[in-house]
């Protein structure tokens, strides 16, 4: 049989909800604030910067860990709409965290169009593995979040005692009607066996859905209809959108970073 086309007919509706950085045109603003605070954390005294978990220049992780070597371990997943963006660029998360006695490890991964999203599904599957730790908890954003809810519709060595998801995609499939997916590269069987919303998990986990408010109707119904599905706790951050809920969950004096850490010690 003759493999599906991941050509689609491109949809201007669905480009306006989903090109995020046309959407949001502050964005620059928010990477700018991200990278120069990030620059400073990688200077950090304990940080294990360039830690390879696999082949290949992208299948690297930083590791920021606390004193205890007994301390719990959060995995932050990246965005960038698996085809942008690296681990460098939010070393910043990890300082907050480590202050209060919870290591970081934050891994980059392969991007679109040079791999498939399969092939970057196994490498955060590989990245997970390779972190030693019995106390493992996930949060992960935009793609990362997507990333993060994948892994737990698979078998894993250890127990992932939480998962933080924000502001995801959970459904893949309207993106093959999006500018995308020329990097993507989506066909229908594909969109779909790379869409958590359709997939269910391998294991009960504590998982809690997040978006911003401010967030567009697409992406907001993206975590709404993902939280239903999983039968997840969801809740939407006031005057916050696809950006600024990342800066909220390196700001410890936000709600955010509370529940972050609520996930995190919950037993």
């Not at 306006?16 to 603003?29: C, G, I, K, S, V």
């Not at 891994?107 to 997970?128: F, G, H, K, N």
């Not at 950006?243 to 390196?250: D, F, H, P, T, V």
């Amino acid at each position: 049989m003759a493999q599906a086309s991941w050509k689609a007919e491109q949809s201007a509706a669905l480009e306006r909800e989903y090109n995020l950085r046309q959407a949001f045109p502050d964005y620059e603003q928010f990477f700018a604030d991200w990278r120069r605070r990030s620059a400073a954390a990688r200077t950090a005294r304990r940080a294990v910067l360039d830690i390879s978990y696999g082949e290949g220049p992208r299948r690297k992780l930083d590791l920021f860990p606390a004193r205890d070597h007994k301390a719990p371990l959060l995995v932050f997943i990246h965005g960038g709409y698996w085809r942008s963006m690296d681990r460098t660029d939010f070393s910043f998360l990890a300082e907050p965290l480590v202050a209060r006695g919870i290591s970081v490890a934050i891994p980059s991964y392969p991007l679109c169009p040079e791999a498939t999203l399969d092939e970057i599904v196994d490498a955060a599957q590989a990245a997970l593995t390779y972190v030693k730790c019995e106390n493992i908890h996930l949060a992960g954003w935009s793609a990362g979040a997507h990333l993060a809810t994948m892994l737990l519709t698979r078998s894993q060595p250890r127990k992932i005692r939480s998962v933080l998801a924000l502001s995801g995609l959970y459904d893949l499939r309207p993106l093959r009607h999006v500018s995308v997916n020329e990097d993507l590269r989506l066909d229908p069987v594909a969109a779909a066996r790379n869409s958590p919303l359709l997939l269910r998990p391998e294991a009960a986990t504590r998982l809690a859905v997040v978006a911003g408010a401010l967030e567009t109707p697409a992406l907001r119904k993206q975590s709404r209809d993902f939280a239903e599905a999983w039968k997840a706790p969801h809740s939407e951050i006031p005057d916050v959108h696809h950006y600024a809920i990342i800066s909220a969950l390196g700001d410890e004096r936000t709600a955010l970073f509370g529940q972050l850490l609520e996930q995190i010690s919950a037993q």
